[in-house]
């Protein structure tokens, strides 16, 4: 007896120590294909937030694979041991289903790359700039400076605008005038001043045509293409532009206004009452 007990010993030491011996070299290898990954991921210029992501998914598998190796060489049935590892998983991720949607959220986005660090996005009634992207969340500065943090999950399941994504944009102005003056004028005035602002792209040539008429005006589209980053300063441009080319045309920016028109009409006869009393 005290034999086989003995024998149990020496057998457990000696796969103890084997065990510690593939514990020390796995943790070895796993560091130094860590290091490789990276190494590789920054030459292939890889996006830095995907890199936060997979490399520390990587070395948690690998640190798993090599966790269940070195129980089984302690003599634990691997069978009982993954069901367990299954069972614990399955918890999990019924516990953190909603987390798990952004996580895969995030992977979609890093992956597929529909915006980027930088870009100007729209995402449900939000827009800004987007500063930071994780796996759980995207973080935006909106114009006025505010800090909006969207799940992942929910910009992968909706419609996303992103501005940044073609340098021209369109311009579009919608220029009101009044039904005393006259449209064909109005027109080439509106033309030659579109010619005047430099930021507007030759090609296609800017253009202005009529838009309608409204209960109060005559309204006239004013259409260009012009750089993305130029947008701005071409309507600080326009607008002065026009109005003061419209003051000394004599041209009507007209506003909402009522006109009431008061019909005379014959007094209604006052009756005195016979029986009030007096």
């Keep these: 007896m005290d034999r086989l007990v003995e024998l149990g010993i020496i057998h457990f030491a000696k796969n103890l120590m084997i065990a510690l011996l593939i514990l020390l070299i796995g943790l070895y290898l796993i560091r130094s294909l860590q290091r490789l990954i990276e190494n590789r991921m920054e030459r292939k210029r890889v996006d830095p937030s995907l890199q936060s992501f997979l490399l520390p998914l990587v070395r948690m598998t690998l640190l798993i694979v090599?966790?269940?190796?070195?129980?089984?060489?302690?003599?634990?049935?691997?069978?009982?041991?993954?069901?367990?590892?299954?069972?614990?998983?399955?918890?999990?991720?019924?516990a953190l289903q909603g987390s798990l949607s952004n996580v895969a959220g995030g992977v979609l986005i890093l992956l597929l790359k529909p915006f980027r660090v930088g870009d100007y996005i729209e995402v449900d009634d939000y827009r800004g700039t987007v500063k930071n992207i994780s796996i759980y969340y995207t973080e935006l500065k909106t114009d006025d400076g505010q800090q909006v943090v969207i799940p992942n999950g929910d910009i992968v399941s909706t419609s996303v605008v992103n501005y940044s994504t073609y340098p021209e944009q369109r311009f579009d102005l919608t220029i009101p005038v009044s039904y005393q003056d006259d449209p064909i004028r109005v027109r080439q005035l509106l033309q030659s001043l579109m010619h005047e602002v430099p930021t507007f792209l030759e090609d296609p040539a800017p253009s202005v045509f009529l838009k309608g008429f409204t209960?109060?005006?005559?309204?006239?589209?004013?259409?260009?293409?012009?750089?993305?980053?130029?947008?701005?300063?071409?309507?600080?441009?326009?607008?002065?532009?026009i109005k003061k080319t419209f003051n000394q045309e004599n041209i009507m920016l007209p506003?909402?206004?009522?006109?009431?028109?008061?019909?005379?009409?014959?007094?209604i006869p006052y009756k005195k009452n016979g029986n009030s009393g007096s």
Excluded: K
Aim: glycine content about 8%; cysteine-free.
């Design 66 to 94: 090599l966790g269940i190796t070195v129980i089984r060489q302690l003599g634990v049935e691997a069978t009982s041991l993954i069901a367990l590892i299954t069972s614990a998983g399955l918890a999990v991720g019924l």
């Design 215 to 241: 209960e109060h005006a005559i309204e006239f589209t004013l259409r260009g293409w012009v750089r993305r980053e130029h947008y701005r300063e071409t309507l600080d441009q326009l607008l002065p532009l």
């Design 255 to 267: 506003y909402p206004q009522l006109v009431v028109h008061l019909h005379p009409t014959s007094p």
